[in-house]
């Protein structure tokens, strides 16, 4: 869009609807640019990253539960000859 579209549009609003709606859309405008599409994509980089990591926690806890699976019986062994009586 061309500066002279956009002072035509400015102008068609003014007419029709008004300077403070003009100003509010403006407003809008920038908000939207400098403040919204920024922050979504900052919270977008976020929810990826929280991804990954919960990706890595859940490999991380299936590979702990795996030894803990293979040390099981061994510690079990040892309990039964802890728990034998001594004479």
Do not use: C
Not at 39 to 44: A, G, I, K, Q, T
Not at 49 to 58: A, F, I, K, V
Request: glycine share 4%.
């Amino acid at each position: 869009m061309s500066g002279q579209d956009a002072a035509n549009m400015a102008s068609r609003i003014i007419e029709r609807w008004g300077f403070p709606i003009l100003v509010a859309l403006a407003a809008g405008w920038v908000l939207r640019n400098d403040v919204l599409v920024p922050l979504v994509d900052e919270h977008r980089q976020f929810v990826r990253e929280l991804g990954e990591t919960q990706r890595d926690l859940s490999e991380t806890m299936r590979e702990q539960t795996r030894l803990l699976y293979a040390l099981q019986p061994k510690t079990a062994a040892r309990s039964v000859e802890d728990d034998t009586p001594q004479n």
